[in-house]
């Protein structure tokens, strides 16, 4: 075995402490008896290592202060069973997102801004070992052969890790994390990311089964609005979700969930996106939503809300609404389907009618920028008609001055929400700035 590298006194002390922490976690993977690990339940075994902990840290008496030694216990139980240096981070309800850049950076996401903190790992190999027991945890695995890996904890948060030599200062690690607690429609209205007109109209497209695009960039809650909007899915639908890696949590009864398989080391097993898009059209679907639609499956997609799959809704990274339709004329192109870009065009205009684009403002609040219907397309060119929209007037103290504005177009998915017997309030599409917070009446 190799011996212990020496704690240098011009080490970090946090440095130190986990140095120290990886010492006696060492000693106690040498003391435990794994030939009798087995008979033992899943409480008596935790109990067990915690008091070996609690001697082993006894023992440190000399270099480890009294007051310290909880504290060394809490964080090598966090190292056998939790996220090591990182648990008091995923305990912090108002963490979004944890960013690990090597053994001495670790940054978190706060209400949509970054800031630093004072975690720090003993070594990149104590890092690395932190994520190669994550990535086992979730079923996969990371070494030199496979130096990055997308995987979902079993916490429901979103992993995703790069290792050397891809990663050229050290294993990187970032965590998405899983909130017990969604951010709910109406905490998002009182919040002022959207107005209760725009909360009415998106609820009454949902019913209405209109088929619904959420477009926006990294982090801007796209994939929490597809979760809000789709809570107001019939309980009577049957729906199937296609994602790349399982965020959805729909409260309908009858849900499907797909997940996508990368492939293994030799290359094979790959089950893609559009694998399984094929696929659920013979599920026997009421509506299809795609967590993120990345490439090729576009056009499934596109298919599925062309023939008799209404109500389906996907997200997709772009800058705008505009821009999101230009990004699907791409994917269509990356499906390997020869189409002429006029017949792309026309066959995005009829299947996706409501485009909604959300933004992450540089006060890391959260807008729905605009709310926008696809009438169709003429002469090639989309017809895209705003419905309601947010202008940014200034930033002041940190938080971002502007209002929320109905055009004074009224769409035609009026239409067919009328036709699923849905009644719109009559002052929703009068042009003029709304008002935000409070709370809103659904149609």
Do not use: W
Not at 165 to 183: E, V
Not at 371 to 388: A, K, N, P, W
Not at 400 to 427: C, H, K, M, W
Request: net charge negative; aromatic share 4%.
């Amino acid at each position: 075995m190799l011996a212990d590298p020496p704690i240098q006194r011009e080490m970090d002390p946090r440095q130190a402490f986990q140095l120290l922490k990886t010492r006696i976690h060492r000693q106690m993977v040498d003391a435990i008896d794994l030939s009798k690990a087995g008979e033992l339940t899943e409480t008596v075994f935790r109990q067990q290592l915690e008091a070996l902990a609690n001697h082993l840290c006894a023992r440190q008496s000399t270099v480890l202060p009294a007051e310290d030694r909880q504290s060394m216990v809490d964080e090598i139980m966090n190292e056998i069973y939790g996220f090591g240096p990182l648990q008091r981070l995923m305990n912090e309800e108002d963490v979004s997102d944890v960013l690990v850049n090597g053994a001495s950076n670790v940054y978190v996401e706060r209400n949509g801004r970054l800031e630093p903190t004072d975690v720090k790992f003993a070594s990149d190999d104590h890092l690395l070992q932190v994520i190669q027991r994550l990535v086992g945890r979730a079923g996969r695995r990371i070494d030199e052969v496979s130096p990055m890996v997308d995987a979902k904890l079993p916490d429901g948060s979103r992993l995703n890790a790069v290792i050397p030599p891809l990663a050229l200062k050290g294993p990187t690690l970032s965590i998405r994390r899983f909130k017990s607690k969604g951010l709910l429609f109406e905490d998002m209205v009182r919040g002022g990311s959207l107005a209760p007109e725009m909360a009415d109209f998106l609820i009454a497209c949902v019913k209405a089964r209109a088929n619904l695009v959420v477009s926006g960039g990294t982090g801007a809650g796209k994939t929490t609005m597809l979760n809000n909007v789709s809570r107001f899915i019939p309980h009577s639908e049957r729906i199937i979700t296609i994602e790349q890696t399982a965020e959805l949590q729909l409260q309908q009864p009858d849900v499907v969930s797909l997940e996508t398989r990368p492939a293994n080391v030799e290359g094979r097993g790959e089950i893609t996106q559009r694998d399984l898009l094929r696929n659920s059209l013979r599920m026997r679907p009421d509506r299809i939503i795609v967590g993120e639609a990345r490439g090729g499956e576009v056009l499934e997609m596109l298919q599925a809300m062309n023939t008799g799959h209404d109500g389906s809704m996907s997200t997709i990274h772009a800058n705008d609404t505009r821009d999101a339709l230009s990004r699907m004329e791409v994917m269509i192109a990356l499906s390997g389907a020869d189409l002429p870009v006029m017949v792309s065009r026309q066959y995005i205009a009829s299947a996706v009618q409501i485009l909604m684009h959300i933004t992450r403002l540089a006060t890391g609040e959260r807008k729905v920028m605009r709310i926008s219907e696809l009438v169709g397309c003429r002469d090639g060119e989309y017809q895209l008609e705003d419905i309601f929209v947010y202008r940014l007037r200034s930033v002041e103290d940190g938080r971002a001055q502007g209002s929320f504005y109905a055009t004074g177009y009224v769409p035609l998915a009026l239409n067919r929400a009328s036709a699923a017997g849905i009644e719109f309030r009559s002052d929703l599409f009068v042009p003029r700035e709304l008002t935000t917070g409070g709370s809103y009446g659904q149609p």
